[in-house]
């Protein structure tokens, strides 16, 4: 039974289970038509309002573009009809000209024959004047018994005479006017030219005055047995001069640079208060190197006054030097300022070039500040120097001819003359005894420094004393014997001078060492 009832069952289930399959399978099929039918009728909706709206998009554009057809269509008849009517007035100007045209060639032909007919009657009258002319001529040379070619020679002869005669008067009236003028012109160029520059002269002086805190301080500077004075004097070459002059010291050189030197170091020495010789060298030594900073400076300064750029360092310095340079008692680096100053004047007032005027005029003397050092005039000496540091071939002709050396090659060469010789002739500017002084004891510190074995000499005590320092492992003792008399000899040779001359030498050994 229990069989039967699992046989039934499973038949059932067998059976069941298809149908269930079958219904199940018709179910999906109707709900999937429901969709699909759903999704086309959406579709079919979409699709009819995308067509309205196309039609109706469609419509829009047509309209649009009818509506831009007939715009354009519009301004493309307005620009035609602007274009015709200018065409027409184009039309109706080109035939108004050359109706113009028409009427003004008729007129021109008309005075074309007019002209014609008048040229035909002047060549009638040209030719009976020509004719006319022809006889009066013969009638005349008949008359004067002369041709045509001599009347001609007859007449242009007198002409000339006459007018070679007239010629020459103008020309001499001319030349004369203008000597005139030119005398005139140059007198008020320099005239202003001196009024404009009015510097203060001052003749320089173979002394200095060194002023003391106290008579007591000579005896210091004087040092037990003369030491200290004796170094001083040997270090710098200068002479000192102490005399019953209350508080004051002079120092006597005809050399400004080592006067200078001497007067820094003595001054130096005062402050500092200890004097003794190793102290006095130390000083001079910077008192060197102070006056060689002062020269530097005093170069700069000058270049700057009157206006000079771009001069060579080396120029500069030999420029400061011509501070401590003397001409006839006339300060070289104020002279060679002067000079300047009064070639740009001048230089302005004819038309040149005031800058190159300017630095021709302070370079002209720069061979003065190593023409006691160098064998040549301070003109040579200045043309080396120019050459040197490549200076404008203007500058170069203005020192070689300012003293007539050679002929002037530009009226810059022409303006340093004058001026030069403007600044030498102010009074007071110039002593010429002062320049023979200092010339002397100049030749006569030459004559001794020409020896060999010689190191330096100064001439002191205003040239009747000359103090030569000598090199110890030249000259021995014995040899400064001959020495002293070999330059006494010369001396007497080439030198004229009052009295005598006293030759000291000097022979000292050094040796220098340092504890470390």
Known sequence: MLTAIIISVV?????????????????????????????????????????????????????????????????????INERRSEVSKNER??????????????????????????????????????????????????????????????LLDAIEADVKTDAAKLIKESVAAAKEDANKKAKDILVTAIQKCAADHVSESTISVVQLPSDEMKGRI??????????????????????????????SAFDPVRREIARVALEKLI????????RIEEMVNQARREVD???????????????????????????????????????GLKHSIEVAEL?????????????????????????????????????QLGVEICRKYKENPI????????????????????????????????????RETMEAYTQRLQQLEEITNDFSGVEKSYAVQAGREVRIMVVPDQIDDAGMVILARDISKRIEAELKYPGQIKVNIIRESRVIDYAK
């Open 343 to 379: 070639c740009g004047l001048m230089a302005a007032e004819v038309g040149e070039d005031v800058r190159m005027a300017k630095r021709a005029g302070l370079l002209h003397d720069i061979g003065k500040s190593v023409d006691h050092e160098r064998e040549g005039s301070h003109v």
């Open 11 to 79: 038949v059932t289930l067998v059976v069941a289970v298809p149908i269930t399959l079958v219904l199940a399978n018709l179910q999906n099929k109707k709900i999937a038509e429901r969709k699909i039918g759903g999704a086309e009728e959406k579709s079919r909706e979409i699709i009819d309002k995308a067509v309205k709206e196309a039609e109706s998009k469609k419509r829009e554009a047509l309209l649009e573009a009818k509506e831009e057809n007939l715009r354009i269509k519009n301004e493309l008849d307005k620009e």
């Open 271 to 278: 402050i500092d208060g200890r004097i003794h010789p190793a």
């Open 293 to 331: 900073e002062d020269i530097k400076e005093a170069g700069e300064e000058a270049a700057l006054e009157v206006g000079v750029q771009g001069l060579n360092p080396e120029l500069l310095r030999l420029l400061g030097r011509m501070k401590f340079r003397t001409s006839y008692g006339q300060n």
């Open 395 to 430: 500058v170069i002709n203005a020192v070689a001819s300012h003293h007539g050396d050679c002929e002037p090659e530009s009226l810059i060469a022409c303006l340093v003359q004058a001026a030069d010789t403007i600044s030498a002739a102010r009074p007071g500017a110039r």
């Open 93 to 154: 100007r080109v035939q108004q000209k050359e109706e113009a045209l028409d009427r003004k060639i008729d007129a021109a032909e008309h005075r074309d024959k007019s002209l014609n007919r008048r040229e035909d009657d002047l060549k009638k009258h040209e030719a009976e004047v020509e004719q006319l002319n022809q006889q009066r001529v013969q009638e005349l040379e008949r008359i004067s018994g002369l041709t045509t070619d001599q009347a001609k020679k007859l």
């Open 222 to 251: 004087i040092g037990r047995e003369g030491r200290n004075i004796r170094t001083l004097e040997t270090m710098t070459g200068v002479e000192l001069i102490i005399d019953d002059t209350p508080d004051a010291v002079v120092l």
